[in-house]
């Protein structure tokens, strides 16, 4: 409990004037006037014994006299030694009055004494007095030059304490004298300055710091041995999708409650501290964005702060999905010009071959009946020229990236065109495609080249998978009247468990041979490109059964339309 200076220096001195003065007057009284009164009552017992026996001597010789008087005894030696005696009796009654004034003298003079006793009681009185007095002047020079001073640094303390350091200790500028207490003050004054201008210039250095990384284009963090973020920049927070700081970083990044298990996480910090590596790179995705996917680097940071060191772990994150989207334009920017190129050099020669072969029919075959051998020979040999003049055609159809807004798209038909561009690679890898399609008025709202080089992408994984020849089937339908499913499915060598959840990664490749080894940007692209158009992504797959990718899709309006009065019809 606390207990102020003020109330310690009143009570004490309360206390021991009381008690001083208490044992002061007690002694007095019990001591000096138990005395007084016990000898006055001695003096009065032992004058008031002679007063008697002067009276009874008195009264004894009147009574002889007026026996004497009254009877006429004779005159002899012992009657006059009586009579002679007669005479002394004014003498003795002289002595008797002496007496009674020496008893009034003695019982002034107690009076007297009894009044410088209360004389003696009042002096006490005005003594303690006078000595409140003095303790009171004490008590407030003390309150002024002690307490004052001590409550204005216990008040410029606690606000201190609370963390306002910009509070001072008021002081008198033009003081004429000055004690310990004033050079306290303005030393106390002194020191919160310099932690204030220190707390300043530690806060200015923390805000440039901050700024500088928050100018890096990459994610920034920077945590401890306990997992705590010591500082991120607003990339870090933006990647996380955190609009306020966490304390630890598996809650920032994958809102986790413990660390991040080491069977499903990669964790920087345990790889570093446990592992004692000197650099960790590798790809996540954050909780908050499970479709973006981050490259991270980790290093370890060792500071020497007074004497000891403390152990951190860097973390520069890199978004992939600006690299995704730039390898995607390359790729398909290499196969815009590859179909250019076979445009420009195919296209004019195979339309030269077929107008000298619609020349000869026109010519010579012009009479001649549809069902001649040689003519039907020939008209088969002008419609495949016609579908390798498409060919190029829809390369450069499939080659165009377009910025402009989505369209409907009939995916049906695009799914057929890119059957037909990848049907030679199909045969040489003895793949045998079917199409099931109950609806080709299936329509979805996006970009055609997109939606088309996704296919082809897992069309192709599909004939890796295959390396011995298989079969692939591509169903397509519609769920619930709202969602488009397109389902490639293979009989290949399937996808191992423990690598299933990374084949969206970027730089992920599974290829065992450098014919199928790609850059692992393929899927990686095929799932930002169906997520652009607003669709879905999911997996399934067997070791040595095959695997089944399924996409699906907003239905467009139209194309609900269309089935709804194909229904309706059949009805």
Same mark, same amino acid.
């Given at each position: 409990m606390f207990f102020s200076l003020n109330k310690k220096f009143i009570y004490t001195i309360a206390l021991f004037f009381l008690f001083t003065a208490a044992l002061f007057v007690f002694t007095f009284y019990n001591i000096y006037g138990s005395k007084l009164q016990e000898e006055q009552r001695s003096t009065f017992l032992r004058n008031q014994q002679y007063i008697e026996l002067l009276y009874e001597n008195i009264n004894l010789r009147n009574a002889l006299d007026n026996i004497i008087t009254t009877n006429k005894i004779p005159s002899g030696e012992k009657l006059n030694n009586l009579l002679k005696n007669k005479k002394d009796i004014r003498s003795q009654q002289e002595e008797l009055s002496l007496e009674r004034k020496k008893t009034a003298e003695m019982v002034q003079t107690y009076n007297e004494r009894?009044?410088? /006793?209360?004389?003696?009681? +009042?002096?006490?009185?005005?003594?303690?007095?006078?000595? $409140?007095l003095s303790m009171l002047l004490l008590w407030t020079l003390i309150k002024r030059w002690v307490i004052a001073p001590i409550n204005k640094l216990a008040a410029a303390s606690r606000?201190?304490?609370?963390?306002? #350091?910009?509070? +001072?200790?008021?002081?008198?500028?033009?003081?004429?004298?000055?004690?310990?207490?004033?050079?306290?003050?303005?030393? #106390?004054?002194?020191? /919160?300055?310099?932690?204030?201008?220190?707390?300043?210039?530690?806060?200015?250095?923390?805000?440039? /710091?901050?700024? /500088? $990384?928050?100018? $890096?284009?990459?994610?920034? +963090?920077?945590?401890?041995d306990n997992y705590n973020i010591i500082i991120a920049n607003k990339e870090y927070y933006r990647q996380a999708g955190k609009k306020a700081q966490c304390s630890k970083c598996y809650a920032s990044s994958q809102n986790l409650k413990n660390p991040c298990p080491a069977s499903l996480y990669m964790c920087p910090l345990q790889e570093i501290n446990h592992k004692h590596l000197k650099k960790v790179k590798f790809v996540q995705q954050f909780a908050k964005y499970p479709n973006r996917h981050l490259s991270i680097n980790a290093a370890p940071l060792t500071i020497n702060t007074n004497g000891e060191?403390?152990?951190? $772990?860097?973390?520069?994150? +890199?978004?992939?999905?600006?690299d995704i989207r730039f390898s995607h334009q390359q790729k398909l920017s290499s196969l815009g010009f590859l179909a250019t190129s076979v445009a420009h050099e195919m296209k004019n020669h195979l339309g030269s071959i077929r107008m000298i072969l619609e020349a000869i029919l026109d010519k010579f075959y012009k009479d001649i009946p549809d069902d001649n051998e040689e003519k039907q020979y020939l008209s088969m040999i002008n419609n495949q020229l016609i579908s390798c003049i498409n060919v190029p055609e829809r390369l450069l159809k499939l080659s165009r990236y377009s910025n402009d807004d989505q369209q409907e798209i009939k995916y049906i038909n695009s799914v057929k065109e890119v059957i037909d561009l990848l049907d030679y690679e199909a045969k040489r890898n003895g793949v045998t495609v079917e199409l099931n399609a109950p609806d080709e008025n299936l329509s979805i709202i996006g970009f055609e080249a997109d939606f088309k080089m996704a296919i082809i992408n897992i069309i192709q994984n599909a004939f890796k998978a295959m390396p011995n020849g298989g079969k692939l089937r591509i169903n397509t339908y519609q769920k619930d009247n709202r969602q488009n499913v397109l389902e490639i499915e293979d009989n290949g060598i399937g996808i191992p468990k423990d690598k299933i959840n990374r084949i969206f990664e970027p730089f992920f490749s599974e290829g065992k041979n450098t014919q199928n080894k790609g850059t692992g940007l393929g899927l990686a692209i095929v799932k930002s490109i169906i997520e652009k158009i607003n669709g879905t992504l999911s997996v399934r797959s067997q070791e040595n059964k095959g695997t089944c990718f399924i996409m699906e899709f907003p239905a467009s309006d139209n194309g609900n339309a269309s089935l709804q009065k194909k229904k309706s019809l059949h009805k």
């Open positions: 009894y009044e410088a /006793l209360q004389q003696a009681v +009042r002096i006490v009185i005005f003594s303690s007095v006078l000595i $409140i606000q201190v304490a609370s963390g306002n #350091f910009a509070t +001072r200790v008021n002081t008198f500028s033009h003081q004429v004298f000055t004690d310990e207490f004033d050079d306290l003050s303005h030393t #106390f004054n002194q020191m /919160l300055e310099n932690i204030e201008n220190g707390i300043l210039e530690i806060k200015n250095k923390e805000t440039f /710091l901050q700024s /500088l $990384i928050d100018g $890096i284009p990459d994610g920034i +963090r920077v945590i401890d060191q403390n152990s951190y $772990i860097v973390e520069v994150i +890199r978004d992939l999905s600006d």
